[in-house]
């Protein structure tokens, strides 16, 4: 008996370029100088399967973070075009202006102060901490293991003041909350509910300190009568989330890069006085943001050639706005005197330009100071380019760091 199969037909070609581009950390992608060049406002399809505007000259990605009629917060709206499916309530994707909204920008702005009484000298305690478990382990060692992911979240559990030991578990959640994915995530929404709980029960304990104490205490205060527990633990949860992510993906591609421009790293050694500048350099040339930054036309814009309708998605390509030649000269060099260093859109721009900036500095330059004084010899473990990438991630990260020193 013969049986035949019918064979199925192909799908249409879609002619649109995808995005997000190539996870590699180390190199940046090679669509980023014909998207400069000649496409600075390009049609993408999403992960999502959505259409979007991708823009990547530094002129017009400024435009867009400065112009209020592209909506952060619109991107959440049901039925709006998506870049991936939601992994937090749609509520909570304006974070910062629900905190502004809610009242409580003083008190998180305060927790993000790195001259904060104490904070700076527990930051070189906790990385000289961890590095004397580094040398005591031997080589190899696991950098981001190791290293970047307990030193983020062990900052973050500080100004939080909840114990170190929620870090972990805490952390654990955000493999799946940073993910890019096409469809919803069941585990986001388990992980969400399990940390929000968790949260909730520290504004009721007595030993808790930092910004939790301070939420918790706004309960007893009628003209905060109008905030819940889910609301206060909100903040908490989102800033762990955020915040440790971010300097974390940060920290690790900077040390990535270090590594791959040897001659900064022995000039840094030689002059630790550097390191703020290279700081921003490295903020600059890092990749560690793989996606886009997201908004929604709230109206009809025109945008250098191209008219975005309102309601379209568009995305701001950091990375490529971070290497223009209009704005950087010679972009691809590294160089400790440009006489631009911060105006680099790795924090964002407009009003979602990152609270949490200088920290996020700071919390960089004593773990490269720190790193460069006590392992002078850094250097990766295995050939760079066995360095496996993290895919299907809002960040580019190595998933292991293998080092020596």
Not at 20 to 38: K, S, V
Not at 151 to 173: A, E, V
Request: charged fraction near 20%.
């Amino acid at each position: 008996m013969t049986s035949t199969i019918e064979p199925i037909a192909a799908a249409p070609a879609d002619e649109l370029t995808r995005f997000p581009f190539d996870a590699n950390g180390t190199r940046l992608p090679d669509e980023i100088t014909h998207l400069l060049t000649h496409e600075p406002v390009k049609k993408v399809r999403t992960i999502a399967g959505a259409e979007a505007w991708l823009v990547s000259s530094y002129r017009l990605c400024r435009q867009v973070l400065d112009d209020p009629r592209f909506s952060l917060k619109d991107t959440s709206a049901e039925g709006a075009p998506r870049q991936y499916a939601l992994t937090i309530p749609p509520e909570v994707v304006n974070n910062m202006g629900n905190i502004t909204g809610a009242g409580l920008r003083k008190a998180v702005m305060k927790a993000l102060n790195p001259k904060a009484p104490g904070l700076e000298e527990w930051l070189v305690g906790h990385a000289h901490a961890l590095v004397d478990q580094l040398v005591a382990t031997g080589v190899p060692a696991d950098l981001r293991r190791d290293f970047t992911v307990p030193y983020s979240t062990g900052l973050h559990c500080h100004i939080l003041g909840i114990p170190q030991s929620d870090g972990p578990d805490l952390y654990r959640s955000l493999h799946v909350a940073f993910m890019n994915s096409p469809r919803p995530i069941p585990a986001a929404g388990i992980n969400w509910d399990r940390d929000m709980a968790h949260m909730v029960a520290r504004l009721d304990d007595p030993a808790t300190t930092g910004l939790m104490a301070e939420l918790a205490a706004l309960r007893d205060d009628p003209d905060y009568a109008h905030l819940t527990d889910e609301m206060l633990a909100t903040v908490g949860v989102t800033m762990f989330g955020a915040g440790v992510i971010s300097v974390m993906g940060f920290l690790t591609m900077a040390l990535v890069s270090l590594i791959q421009h040897p001659e900064l790293k022995a000039e840094l050694i030689a002059d630790p006085k550097l390191v703020p500048a290279a700081v921003d350099e490295l903020l600059r040339i890092n990749l560690s943001i793989a996606d886009g930054l997201p908004r929604i036309a709230t109206e009809t814009v025109q945008l250098g050639d191209v008219t975005v309708q309102k309601g379209e998605l568009v995305l701001v390509l950091v990375e490529a706005a971070n290497h223009d030649p209009a704005e950087f000269e010679d972009p691809h060099t590294v160089r400790l005197d440009r006489p631009n260093p911060n105006a680099h859109l790795s924090f964002g721009g407009g009003g979602h330009y990152c609270p949490a900036t200088a920290l996020g500095k700071r919390h960089a330059q004593i773990a490269i100071e720190v790193l460069l004084e006590r392992l002078p010899g850094l250097d990766l473990a295995v050939p760079i380019e066995q360095l496996v990438w993290r895919t299907g991630f809002m960040k580019r990260i190595p998933e292991r760091m293998p080092v020596l020193w």
